[in-house]
């Protein structure tokens, strides 16, 4: 199976002191070995922010 589930999190909501959003998402291991980084939206912050994939 080449797809796998990876967690991403808000990269600006811990500089500012508040809870980070998380998303679940699917990547191709294959096709993007690296990390992802996706913009999406945080209600805490209240605007779309880089997500970065965590382990």
Known sequence: MARETVTIEC???RK???SPSRYMTSRNKKLKPEKIEIKKYNPFL???TVHREIK
């Open 11 to 13: 990269t600006e909501a």
């Open 16 to 18: 500012e002191g508040k």
């Open 46 to 48: 209240r605007r779309h």
